[in-house]
């Protein structure tokens, strides 16, 4: 079956740098959109990043641009994002997905990791 497993989260404090990872299995995600979404307590989950698994085309939130990089490794079928500055407000746990669509509403895509907390000091 389909599996994404997030990797490489923790505590840093504000102005640090964090890389996730997103370890893909279980079928052939040519044509998939590959995002990194987040949610904070009591908020609802909301799109960082995506990247489109063949050609590599990237965007981003608003909030997170300039700021975050997303990347994928084919080779290895790994998905990363790379965060650096990172601020309070970051701090959320961070899920993998992937879909067909590119969008920013979470509903759309087919697959979900499990999560990764990322808690940044002020």
């Known amino acids: 079956q389909v599996q994404l497993v997030e990797s490489g989260g923790g505590l840093v404090q504000a102005g640090g740098s964090l890389r996730l990872s997103c370890a893909a299995s279980?079928?052939?995600?040519?044509?998939?959109?590959m995002a990194w979404f987040r949610q904070a307590p009591g908020k609802a989950r909301e799109f960082v990043a995506g990247?489109?698994?063949?050609?590599?085309?990237?965007y981003y939130a608003e909030l997170v641009r300039g700021r975050f990089t997303i990347s994928r490794d084919n080779a290895k079928n790994t998905v990363y994002l790379q965060m650096n500055s990172l601020k309070a407000e970051d701090t959320a746990v961070y899920y993998c997905?992937?879909?067909?669509?590119?969008?920013?509403?979470?509903?759309?895509?087919?697959?979900w990791g499990q999560g990764t907390q990322v808690t940044v000091s002020s």
């Open positions: 997905a992937a879909g067909k669509r590119r969008t920013e509403v979470a509903d759309w895509y087919d697959y």
């Open positions: 990247i489109y698994w063949s050609g590599g085309t990237t």
């Open positions: 279980g079928r052939t995600f040519t044509g998939y959109i």
